[in-house]
């Protein structure tokens, strides 16, 4: 068992934690020794996966901007040198770039220094093999043989530096170029401005090493430096701050299209030429045409809030199969991984939050990749005169959506959550109007006709977080209130919600 001092620095499939003491009320805990500890850890890890001695492995680490990022990355690779590892130092590095450095540079393993896109005082480390990112039970087993104590023999390990990203943005642009597959065969955005907002992560290289040399004017692309206190704005195109400054780009700049990054790179989004955001259910429905395209009929897995518009416009206009999942971007992953394994062809795993993850490309949530393949699209629809603009005007979209969240008082919140869960779903089932969905796994989503609402709310556990999430879309104007007012009608008789 995990004691509280590794417990808490568990976010899922990655390690989290504050890494600096930059704001006094929350207390530094991924210190040097917790990362020395956790890099000792990995390495016991690989070493009893691959059958090897720990001085056998090698390894690639890298890191975003964050200003704590350098010192961890240094901390960790002295770490495995001490213990006989080669190490690749790939230096400022995206999160998937680092997994395609572990497949093109033969490693056992590899690791980006990232927190995502929280504040600029934490940090973390996501891990990876040649065969994907970790799953929540590998991070478990990496921690408590951190926590053991255990140590491999010393030994005197080997450093190179590699500035891989250069590699990565060739891989990118061939994928461009073949997918386009212009005239100009090594120019094929001759003609088409395209802004990158890269919110001051290390999302910047996409626009001057990606499109730049592919022909395209990224003139009015806005926070390409990496800077770790991100002044202009987070990274995450979760934000509306962040999707209106990336919308504020296109617009001021007549762009044809704007792509905006995490600050990893592992999420992105797009707004088109006349400014309408493609992210969230537009985000998933786009994906969806771009993977179906390629495969007809085949399976889109996404998370449980995924709206009953993109729903329909899956199985309907598009031919193609949906599978709503469990929130979290390795859930999806994993489902749709098991999906393929049953002989169920799915094209493509997405997180409402811009996790994307397609089958030809790893099944790794790259956002780089997904942009890519937007761009592809969008260049092709220029070539055959089709409208960019009107790929989803078939998509139904609600007249009202709103999430609320709502902080768990409990100390064992897990356990909070999913009794109030269960009170919901035995509560639905007794009101009259109510209709459960008919694809529960994570959480109580509830349908409402006409006459009650339009729409549906969706009641959730947060994946990490002592939260539970209320989703709410209607389909009229009023009918998100109306809602809101059944939903917390029963919020209000249950116990360990803060309101």
């Known amino acids: 068992m995990l004691n509280n001092d590794f417990k808490i620095l568990k976010s899922g499939t990655d390690i989290r934690g504050v890494a600096t003491d930059d704001i006094k009320t929350e207390a530094l805990n991924l210190t040097d020794e917790k990362l020395e500890q956790i890099a000792t850890g990995f390495l016991l890890f690989l070493a009893k996966k691959f059958g090897k001695e720990v001085s056998q492995l090698k390894l690639a680490i890298g890191r975003d901007c964050r200003i704590s990022g350098e010192h961890i990355l240094n901390t960790v690779l002295n770490t495995f040198l001490k213990y006989g590892a080669t190490v690749i130092n790939c230096g400022l590095a995206s999160t998937p770039s680092m997994f395609m450095a572990g497949i093109d540079l033969d490693c056992d393993g590899t690791i980006e220094i990232t927190a995502s896109h929280h504040p600029f005082n934490r940090n973390g480390l996501k ?14 087993e990496i921690l408590e043989l951190a926590q053991s104590g255990k140590t491999p023999a010393s030994a005197l390990g080997s450093v190179v530096q590699q500035n891989y990203m250069q590699t990565y943005a060739q891989h990118l642009q061939n994928i461009i170029k073949q997918g386009v597959n212009a005239k ?14 890269a919110g001051n992560g290390v999302g910047g290289f996409y626009a001057n090493d990606v499109l730049k040399p592919l022909g395209a004017d990224i003139a009015g692309s806005r926070f390409l430096e990496p800077d770790g206190m991100f002044p202009n704005h987070i990274p995450n195109p979760e934000l509306q701050v962040a999707m209106d400054s990336i919308t504020e780009a296109v617009l001021q700049n007549n762009a044809d299209l704007g792509v905006i990054f995490d600050t990893d790179v592992d999420r992105g989004a797009a707004v088109d030429s ?12 786009l994906v969806s045409l771009i993977a179906l395209e390629k495969t007809s009929g085949g ?30 971007y390795r859930n999806v992953i994993n489902k749709s991984i098991e999906l393929n394994e049953q002989g169920i062809p799915s094209l493509c795993a997405i997180e409402t939050s811009g996790h994307v993850a397609f089958k030809d490309n790893y099944f790794l949530d790259d956002g780089a990749y997904l942009v890519t393949q937007i761009i592809i699209k969008f260049a092709k629809c220029r070539q055959q005169g089709i409208a ?5 005007k078939d998509l139904k979209e609600p007249a009202e959506e709103k999430e609320l969240r709502f902080n768990i008082a409990e100390s064992d919140f897990i356990a909070c959550g ?8 035995q509560y639905a089932k007794q009101t009259e109007g109510w209709s459960l969905a008919d694809d529960n796994v994570d959480a109580i989503r509830i349908n409402f006709g006409q ?12 994946v990490h977080d002592p939260v539970m999430p209320l989703n709410i879309e209607s389909n009229r104007k009023g009918g998100v209130q109306i809602l809101e007012d059944k939903i917390m009608a029963f919020l209000k008789q249950t116990k360990g919600l803060q309101y």
């Open 418 to 425: 999913k009794r109030i869960l269960a009170e919901l779903e």
């Open 299 to 328: 399976t889109i897995v996404t998370d449980s809030i995924t709206s009953s518009g993109v729903h329909e416009f899956i199985e309907k206009n598009l031919g193609g199969k949906h599978c709503r999942y469990m929130r979290g």
């Open 451 to 462: 006459n009650d609402g339009d729409g549906w709310v969706l009641l959730r556990l947060s």
């Open 127 to 140: 891990f990876f093999t040649q065969d994907s990112g970790l799953d929540h039970t590998d991070i478990t």
């Open 388 to 392: 960019f603009e009107d790929l989803l």
């Open 274 to 285: 006349s400014g309408k955001e493609i992210n969230r259910n537009r985000l998933i429905a």
């Open 184 to 197: 100009n065969y090594d120019q094929p955005l001759l003609g088409y401005k395209i802004v990158v907002d």
